[in-house]
């Protein structure tokens, strides 16, 4: 059996160590049902947090100044008890963080429900967004949905409202055909109900591309940025410049390539992945946190951030070169195992079990 191969059979076992053992991920995941993280070992300190607050950055041209570091909403509908839900938001709060991420969809509601209560009190601190699930159609669908999503994050108005998931090659057609989610975008935009509108996807950056090319006054927009990307059907080359020159305000995620696999074989740290991510050009990286612990360790990391030089960028870049090529740790690229199941409801394909790699 060639070296290859054994390392190639023992990667699972090797995943499942390394995810019970002393590191916790700086969880950009894959998405709700891919998801994965590390805890220290039992009986680990604590980490240290730094004095002072993650720094924060221009949200590209809205006037808008976010922290370096965003939380991620799915994970607060996966923490088993809602106290320490509430908890994590009042503690990243605490800390300077104020970019929260959500999605009508998460938990089925669940997620944006737990952050509402969370953030009462606190709004006007924050900078809250959530996402529309009709994955490009239905204007009307997509009203009622925001309305839900208000009422669930007890709130009259959202600053960033992203149409969810376009990751398949004719979603922005859908998007912009008439009475498409384009059309709730502006709709929602002129009611005053949103400030700031935007779109977000995992699969391919030529579909993002394309929907910029429909030329749609976009705010914001939302794309996998870690090392792996950088040489594999890569946003970063492809997608963020562009985004860049038009003043759009970037959000990065999943910065370990997924859900921690990275860590194993991908030859780079969570801290390597974190700061690779918020080292680019980019408003916020948003981070998905379970645990009071991960909490914990990921404030250590961007408050004390420093931003990696040219060299150390590409040294984390070369490390990982090896199996960026083939997608292994970036498998929301390469099958649809990862998508959204409304999503892949939308577009009739089968089940998750279903679904070949």
Same mark, same amino acid.
């Given at each position: 059996m060639t070296e290859e191969m054994l390392r190639m059979e023992n990667f699972d076992k090797n995943r499942r160590a390394v995810l019970k053992g002393a590191v916790a991920l700086s969880a950009a995941a894959l998405l709700p049902d891919g998801t994965a993280r590390a805890q220290n070992s039992a009986g680990a300190a604590t980490p240290s947090i730094p004095e002072g607050e993650v720094p924060k950055r221009p949200m590209g041209k809205t006037g808008l100044q976010v922290s370096y570091m965003g939380i991620g909403g799915y994970h607060l509908g996966s923490v %088993? #008890? #809602?106290?320490? &839900?509430m908890d994590i938001v009042a503690k990243a709060i605490d800390h300077g963080v104020n970019f929260f991420d959500n999605a009508w969809e !998460?938990?089925?509601g669940l997620s944006e429900e737990r952050m509402g209560k969370a953030l009462e009190g606190k709004r006007?601190? =924050? =900078?809250?967004m959530t996402k529309v699930c009709t994955h490009g159609r239905g204007k009307d669908v997509a009203m009622r949905m925001l309305e839900e999503s208000l009422r669930r994050l007890k709130t009259d108005h959202l600053d960033v409202w992203q149409v969810h998931e376009v990751i398949y090659d004719n979603d922005p057609d859908l998007s912009f055909a008439p009475g498409g989610a384009a059309e709730a975008l502006q709709q929602a935009k002129q009611q005053g109900k949103v400030r700031f509108v935007g779109f977000t996807g995992h699969k391919d950056p030529e579909i993002h591309l394309k929907m910029l090319s429909h030329g749609f006054p976009f705010d914001t927009v939302q794309m996998p940025l870690n090392a792996f990307d950088a040489t594999f059907r890569s946003f970063e080359q492809h997608v963020l410049p562009e985004a860049n020159k038009r003043g759009m305000a970037v959000f990065g995620m999943k910065s370990l390539g997924g859900s921690g696999e990275s860590v194993v074989g991908g030859g780079i740290t969570p801290e390597d992945g974190l700061r690779y991510a918020m080292s680019l050009? =980019? &408003?916020?990286?948003?981070s998905g946190m379970d645990s009071m612990q991960v909490l914990e360790q990921n404030l250590k990391v961007a408050i004390g951030f420093k931003p990696m030089t040219a060299a150390e960028m590409q040294a984390v870049r070369d490390r990982s070169k090896r199996d960026a090529g083939d997608g292994r740790y970036e498998l929301f690229k390469t099958t649809? %195992? !990862?998508d959204g199941k409304i999503g892949r409801q939308q577009h009739q394909f089968p089940e998750i079990e279903q679904v070949p790699l």
């Open positions: %088993k #008890e #809602e106290g320490e &839900a !998460y938990h089925e006007d601190r =924050v =900078v809250l050009p =980019v &408003a916020t990286t948003i649809k %195992k !990862y």
